[in-house]
């Protein structure tokens, strides 16, 4: 079985909504491995970082204050296809047209308080789990 890596976050607005079990409880009985897991608040330059390919957006400020309103759940979640499998359980961004069934389809209503983040490729992940959990990728 060929394992790869992606990087979960369970947002702010999951942590304070007291669904972080919901969350890994999702990627546990899909199949998913944790291999790292870790409740932290962030500084403004990882969101941004972390958040970089939206920086020029109109949305970026505050999406950064989002992500650093709170702590949140940073995880690395381990299987095949890790990234695809995780995206299509997190679902849609927008959580008004995700399935439901997906936990922003199930759980969410804003698009900036989508409750959940994963990577989205082999690559993202490569240069999430960096960020926040050094030498996991
Ligand atoms: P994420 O990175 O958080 O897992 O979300 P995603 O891949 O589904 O969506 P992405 O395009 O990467 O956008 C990152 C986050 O920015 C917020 N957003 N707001 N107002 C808007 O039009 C808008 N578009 C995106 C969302 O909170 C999204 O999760
Ligand atoms: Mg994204």
Redesign the pocket.
Known sequence: MSAERTLI?V?PDGVSRGLVGEVIGRLERKGLTLVALELRTLERSVAETH?G??AS????G??VD??TSGPLVALVAEGPRAVEAS?GL?G???PVKAAPGSL?GDYAL?????L?????SPESAKREIDLFFPGLS
């Open positions: 976050l947002k958040y390919e939206h957006k109109p949305f970026f505050e999406l989002f992500i995206r997190i849609a961004t927008d922003r804003e698009i900036g308080q989508n959940v983040h994963g990577s989205d």
